[in-house]
C-alpha cells in the first residue's frame, strides 16, 4: 500500500499524547494543592510553650496558647508537638489588655464596653531564624445590659487572635 507524504497513522498520533501527558506531569511535579500550598514546606513540627501574659486576669495566657494550638491543627498541615527541639518554635506574650467603657446608661452605669488586647508573636525554626515576628492588636465589644460579660468578649477576642496569629504563619513567598 502507498502512503502520501503527509499520512500517519493513528499509533504515532496515540504515543504523541501519551508523551505530551508524561511531560505534562513532570512538569507538575512541585506544585501543590489546597491550603497546604499556604505553608512552609520545610516545615513538619511547631513547638508552642505557654504564651507570657502580662495580663491582670488569670489564665489569659494559657487560653490563648490553647486556642492558638486547635487553630494550627486544624488549619495547618503542622503538627503541635511538646518537644522544644521542633522543627520551629511559635512563642507569644500578651501584653497588654484593656476593658474600656464606650457608652453608659442615664445611671451612669457602663452599656458598652470594649475589651482590646494585644499580643507578640515571634515564630522561629530550629536554627534561629526568625520565619515571622509582629503585634496583634484586638478589640471586641460587648453590652452588659445584653447579659454578655468579660469573659465571653475575652473569649471571642483569644479566637480571633488566634486565628490571626495562624495566619500570620503562612509563607510570604505566595
Same mark, same amino acid.
Given at each position: 500500500m502507498l502512503r502520501g507524504p503527509g499520512y500517519t497513522d493513528?499509533?504515532?498520533?496515540a504515543w504523541l499524547a501519551v508523551l505530551c501527558c508524561i511531560c505534562a506531569a513532570g512538569g507538575c511535579a512541585g506544585y501543590q494543592l489546597g491550603t497546604r500550598t499556604l505553608y512552609r514546606t520545610e516545615i513538619k513540627t511547631v513547638?508552642? +510553650?505557654?504564651?507570657?501574659?502580662?495580663?491582670?486576669? +488569670?489564665?489569659v495566657g494559657e487560653w490563648l496558647t490553647e486556642a492558638v494550638i486547635k487553630e494550627i491543627e486544624l488549619r495547618t498541615p503542622y503538627k503541635v508537638v511538646s518537644d522544644p527541639l521542633a522543627d520551629s518554635v511559635l512563642t507569644g506574650r500578651l501584653l497588654a489588655d484593656h476593658k474600656r467603657v464606650i457608652s453608659e446608661?442615664?445611671?451612669?452605669e457602663p452599656r458598652n464596653l470594649l475589651f482590646s488586647t494585644?499580643?507578640?508573636?515571634?515564630?522561629?525554626?530550629?536554627?534561629?531564624?526568625?520565619?515571622?515576628?509582629?503585634?496583634?492588636?484586638?478589640g471586641d465589644n460587648f453590652v452588659v445590659e445584653a447579659?454578655?460579660?468579660?469573659?465571653?468578649?475575652?473569649?471571642?477576642v483569644i479566637r480571633r487572635l488566634a486565628a490571626q496569629i495562624v495566619s500570620e504563619m503562612e509563607s510570604p513567598n505566595w
Open positions: 493513528g499509533l504515532s498520533h513547638h508552642v +510553650p505557654v504564651f507570657q501574659s502580662e495580663s491582670l486576669r +488569670p489564665d446608661n442615664v445611671n451612669d494585644a499580643v507578640h508573636i515571634t515564630w522561629i525554626d530550629n536554627g534561629g531564624r526568625i520565619l515571622t515576628q509582629s503585634v496583634i492588636s484586638l447579659g454578655q460579660s468579660v469573659t465571653t468578649a475575652e473569649q471571642a
